[in-house]
């Protein structure tokens, strides 16, 4: 099984429904994070969290929530989708040392129709 | 604030020749510096990563990258490129304070011609 799982892993939903995309990690690490990835845009920084009781907001949380649910289960929120945030998201974890290694989960592709 | 810039979208080598992928960074200190490979339908793998010491640093599948100061510059580079290659890669570079914030390139997309 991966380190890092993503559920699910692609999604098609429509303007306006609430979505919720699952991430869980067998890595015992503190940190997780969402990220969002678009073509010719590299990948944005959504949402971290460094414990349960840590949450920060990246640079592109607007439209987003998150909630960390238990050290391995970090699940990302649209409330109600729109089509531009149609993309390919994905939950990272790493240890609490400075510059650790991101490891990544396989993705989530959603498209909002 | 941090950036970085891959200044080539697509870049297509023939198998066996040799690759170098760009990087530019902007940062106010020695920042830390990181190469990402994402094959089709994967997450993110590590490459390499450079945090001090030596400026030549090597990492998995026979890459290899160069940290240059004076040029702000972190590329990578592999002498022989094999069909498996053919992926995308990242180049990050994370920045102090109480949050290490990692921040991605565009993207680079080898394609690998036989």
């Known amino acids: 099984d991966a380190d890092v799982t993503q559920t699910p892993r692609n999604r098609i939903t429509k303007t306006g429904k609430r979505i919720m995309l699952e991430c869980s990690q067998t890595?015992?690490?503190?940190?997780m994070y969402w990220y969002r990835q678009d073509p010719g845009l590299g990948l944005r920084l959504i949402y971290y969290s460094f414990d349960v009781k840590d949450i920060n907001k990246g640079e592109i949380s607007d439209g987003y929530s998150v909630s960390r649910q238990a050290q391995a289960k970090f699940s990302l929120s649209l409330e109600s989708a729109i089509p531009n945030q149609t993309a390919l998201y994905f939950c990272a974890t790493s240890d609490s040392q400075w510059g650790g290694e991101l490891f990544f989960g396989e993705g989530s592709r959603l498209t909002v129709l | 604030a941090q950036s970085v810039t891959q200044p080539d979208i697509h870049i297509t080598v023939s198998e066996g020749a040799s690759l170098e992928l760009r990087c530019n960074y902007s940062y106010g200190a020695t920042p830390y510096l990181f190469w990402y490979v994402q094959s089709p339908g994967q997450g993110l793998q590590l490459l390499l990563k450079y945090f001090s010491g030596d400026t030549l640093v090597q990492g998995i599948k026979g890459f290899e990258a160069e940290f240059k100061r004076s040029q702000s510059s972190f590329n990578l580079r592999k002498p022989s490129v094999h069909w498996s290659d053919a992926a995308e890669y990242f180049c990050?570079?994370?920045?102090?304070?109480?949050?290490?914030?990692?921040?991605f390139g565009t993207g680079t997309k080898l394609q690998v011609i036989p």
């Open positions: 890595k015992g690490h503190d940190r």
């Open positions: 990050a570079v994370g920045a102090g304070g109480g949050y290490q914030k990692v921040t």
